[in-house]
């Protein structure tokens, strides 16, 4: 199994900076993508950013630009740099891990951010 914890998480203000970070211990197998998913109050939860353990990246389009995700090997650990934040960047934030057959969610970490 594997567990997983984020932290990172706050008050910003618009224009602001963030940056996530999501650890993972267990068994990790040595191929697998890690990413970040949010979840707005009345929204579905959906994709912000995803990375391979090559480090290929993968961006929502209403992230693009802003935000970058970026992984250590290791220590297990992805990372979400979050610039320009709008409030429309509010949400809690999940970190995703997953392999060939096996997927685990962190607990999430709120970040909101005023107008």
């Known amino acids: 199994q594997v567990h997983l914890v984020e932290s990172g998480g706050s008050l910003v203000q618009a224009g602001g900076s963030l940056r996530l970070s999501c650890a993972a211990s267990?068994?990790?197998?040595?191929?697998?993508?890690m990413g970040w998913y949010r979840q707005a109050p009345g929204k579905q939860r959906e994709l912000a950013a995803t990375?391979?353990?090559?480090?290929?990246?993968n961006y929502a389009d209403a992230v693009k630009g802003r935000f970058t995700i970026s992984r250590d090997n290791a220590k297990n650990t992805v990372y979400l740099q979050m610039n320009s934040l709008k409030p429309e960047d509010t949400a809690v934030y999940y970190c995703?891990?997953?392999?060939?057959?096996?997927?685990?969610w962190g607990q999430g970490t709120q970040v909101t951010v005023s107008s």
């Open positions: 267990g068994t990790i197998f040595s191929i697998n993508d």
């Open positions: 990375i391979t353990s090559g480090g290929s990246t």
């Open positions: 995703k891990y997953w392999s060939a057959d096996f997927s685990a």
